[in-house]
């Protein structure tokens, strides 16, 4: 394959950050634990693999300050570092012990998340982390604020757009102030989802970027043709991260050379082969483990919870 890939390898700087390259290790629940030999092992090989940004895997915000310090989490902040990448985590909304829609909780509750949120960002500026990501995607707490159909909410959190965001944003206004110079902000959000589209996604994303936020992270980010449901966050000042089978080196590409994203993650194909963007940018094609999309040990062990793996390794 002859292909210029360098649009892939182009730096990018955010605030006083450097991003090395365009490529971003999204998001994903490994199951090895995050403060142990292995859950560092996992996220430094990738680092050394070269990509430019890890993004840690959801991680519910209860956990810091108890289970999760900046004490304990250095080691992995450090291995990501070493291995030459910036390290973001991302952050879950604890669901109170019980699986909970908008409606259930209550206004205390609202404000025990937005502390812990607060306190969580806290723990990981204190660790070393580059940035931190508010999981707003794919249909859970946060993402249900913001549905129409799923958000039943009478109060000032529900109803109209503007209640609706209103669980996002007091997240974003309480953990911008621990980011600091230093940490970028980044959040997830799904462009289309129950009862919304690509417009009410705008009016969300313009609001985020006022409260702070440094890069919006699209998720799915691809329908019809790569990175298009991104697109149209493109020119909101900040930088958008697209995702979806883009280990597929012309997809990627092409993302980045229509202008679809600034970013591009790469998911499944990461598990398949960390080694993925040293390979695609020596043209090391041929070497590359593909992802074949079967889910069995990824998406599949992760409903066994256990760890996940590849049915591509050797
Ligand atoms: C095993 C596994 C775990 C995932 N965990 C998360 C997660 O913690 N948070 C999240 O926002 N997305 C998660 N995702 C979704 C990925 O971040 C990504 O959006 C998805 O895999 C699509 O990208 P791909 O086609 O490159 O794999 C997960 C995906 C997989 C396969």
Redesign the pocket.
């Known amino acids: 394959m002859s292909v210029d890939v360098t649009p892939l390898f182009r730096p990018l700087k955010i605030k006083e950050k450097e991003l090395p390259n365009r490529i971003v290790m999204?998001?994903?629940?490994?199951l090895r634990g995050l403060t142990t030999p292995g859950g560092v092992d996992w996220y430094g090989g990738h680092a050394r693999g070269g990509v430019g940004v890890v993004?840690v895997?959801?991680?519910a915000v209860n956990r810091f300050g108890s289970e999760l310090t900046a004490e304990n989490l250095k080691p992995l902040v450090d291995a990501i570092h070493e291995g030459g990448a910036l390290a973001a985590i991302?952050l879950?909304p604890v669901t109170l012990g019980r699986s909970v829609s908008p409606a259930e909780v209550d206004r205390s509750e609202i404000e025990e998340i937005v502390t812990y949120y607060r306190a969580a960002a806290g723990v990981c500026a204190d660790a070393g982390f580059d940035g931190v990501?508010p999981?707003g995607?794919?249909g859970?707490l946060l993402n249900q604020f913001f549905s129409p159909v799923q958000n039943k909410r009478t109060d000032e959190f529900g109803g109209e757009i503007e209640n609706r965001m209103r669980m996002s944003l007091k997240i974003m206004e309480a953990v911008r102030p621990m980011c600091g110079p230093d940490m970028v902000l980044l959040y997830?959000h799904t462009p289309v989802g129950q009862g919304y589209g690509i417009e009410e996604s705008l009016i969300l994303a313009k609001e985020l970027v006022k409260a702070g936020l440094d890069i919006l992270?699209i998720?799915?980010?691809?329908t019809e043709r790569p990175g298009d449901r991104a697109a149209p966050f493109k020119n909101l000042g900040v930088p958008v991260i697209a995702?979806?089978?883009?280990?597929e080196v012309e997809r990627a590409l092409e993302v980045l050379n229509e202008g679809r994203a600034d970013l591009v993650?790469?998911?499944?194909?990461?598990?398949a082969d960390p080694d993925w963007p040293i390979k695609v940018r020596e043209g090391r094609f041929d070497e590359i483990i593909k992802?074949v999309?079967c889910?069995e040990k990824?998406?599949g062990?992760?409903g066994k919870e256990i760890p996940?793996e590849c049915t591509q390794w050797g």
């Open positions: 999204p998001p994903m629940l490994v993004i895997e959801a991680t991302q879950f990501e999981h995607a794919h859970f997830r992270d998720s799915p980010a691809s995702v979806n089978e883009l280990d993650a790469v998911g499944r194909g990461l598990i992802c999309r889910n990824c998406y062990n992760l996940i």
